[in-house]
């Protein structure tokens, strides 16, 4: 069964540091997302992806971040310069169409030191 | 505004009794509702949807049952196993099938009991 990947599962930097997390969306989805999830809270919409450009974003995509699809296959968010309250797993997320089921990766744990 | 949120944290249940997780919702605009569940390590995964214009749909072993008079919303887990141990989440959408992004509840940690 086709599925979401992500790496690294884990990333460890330093305040300030620029980081880039990477997804391979299924390959014939057309729709890309981000949310992310600070420790036991829940889960959080940063930003949507179609047709090579972003078309939806939360309050919380600020100007340090940014999302790239590089190539067929991947699909990026990078932090700028990254901050304690930075901190979070990182889902990142896809779909067929619009209304169509969103399907999950199994997110990358960002840990700003 | 957008709230989606749940009545209790925490869920205990007997192996083999069935469980109901409950949700409340407050933006009357919001006219596509799901339910996922998220083990420890993973991402959140599907487990079943329903639109504002049903009042229950059923699934394998789960039934989501929407009551937009009082904004509610509920899951229903037959036989719960020891499978089903995780953390749901009731997530809504408003504009089905012209907007992206999902807003999750804060979750409800279902334990099972032996």
């Known amino acids: 069964e086709p599925e979401v990947t992500q790496t690294p599962s884990h990333q460890v930097t330093q305040m300030g540091q620029e980081v880039i997390l990477r997804c391979v969306p299924i390959s014939n989805h057309l729709y890309f997302y981000w949310y992310r999830q600070i420790l036991g809270q829940k889960v959080e919409f940063l930003v949507s992806?179609?047709?090579?450009?972003?078309?939806?974003k939360s309050e919380i995509f600020d100007d340090q971040f940014s999302v790239e699809r590089p190539d067929g296959s991947n699909f990026t968010l990078k932090i700028r310069s990254t901050k304690l309250e930075d901190s979070a797993m990182y889902f990142c997320?896809?779909?067929?169409?619009?209304?169509?089921?969103?399907?999950f990766g199994p997110g990358t744990r960002l840990t700003v030191l | 505004g957008e709230s989606v949120g749940l009545h209790l944290p925490t869920l205990s249940v007997q192996e083999g009794d069935n469980s109901i997780i409950n949700c409340a919702y407050s933006n009357s605009a919001s006219d596509y509702f799901i339910w996922y569940k998220q083990e420890s390590g993973k991402g959140p995964q599907f487990i079943i949807d329903?639109?504002?214009?049903?009042d229950k749909r059923q699934g394998q072993r789960v039934t989501v049952l929407l009551n937009k008079t009082v904004k509610h919303l509920s899951l229903q887990i037959a036989a719960t196993q020891p499978g089903d141990s995780a953390v749901y989440f009731c997530a809504e959408k408003s504009g089905y099938s012209s907007a992206s992004k999902i807003i999750f509840g804060s979750g409800t940690r279902l334990s099972i009991r032996p």
């Open positions: 997320a896809s779909s067929r169409r619009l209304d169509n089921e969103q399907f």
């Open positions: 992806f179609y047709n090579n450009e972003i078309s939806e």
């Open positions: 329903i639109r504002s214009n049903m």
